[in-house]
């Protein structure tokens, strides 16, 4: 499985910006997805999973309320709406694909390249 992510940029604070991530290659498995984001010189932080057929969603609690994660298993492709964009969630976006939704990276079998979000007046 490869996963492509894309959709970041620059936006000022309060602005939103919405992620994809594309997945090619065998999957017919029905994987569930993760969204992790990773600053230069700290750990990679989980964002926010999402069951294989969407029916469980997760959040880290600095993300909930603003983001969303949604999909599209005919497009094999999954989303992540960020609203309401903080200086703090710059970084950049990795999509992943696994057996299960959890905050555990590990956990995730395929890694896309990732995606700059920079939030910036």
């Known amino acids: 499985v490869q996963l492509q992510a894309s959709g970041g940029g620059f936006v000022q604070p309060g602005g939103s910006l919405r992620l994809s991530c594309a997945a090619f290659g065998e999957t017919s498995g029905g994987y569930a997805m993760g969204w992790f984001r990773q600053v230069p010189g700290k750990e990679r932080e989980f964002v926010a999973s999402?069951?294989?057929?969407?029916?469980?969603?997760d959040y880290a609690d600095s993300v909930k309320y603003r983001f969303a994660i949604s999909r599209s298993n005919t497009a094999n492709t999954v989303y992540l709406q960020m609203n309401s964009l903080e200086p703090d969630d710059t970084a950049v976006y990795l999509c992943a694909a696994g057996q299960y939704a959890t905050r555990r990276r590990e956990a995730f079998d395929y890694w896309g390249q990732g995606t700059q979000v920079t939030v910036s007046s």
């Open positions: 999402i069951a294989w057929n969407g029916g469980v969603k």
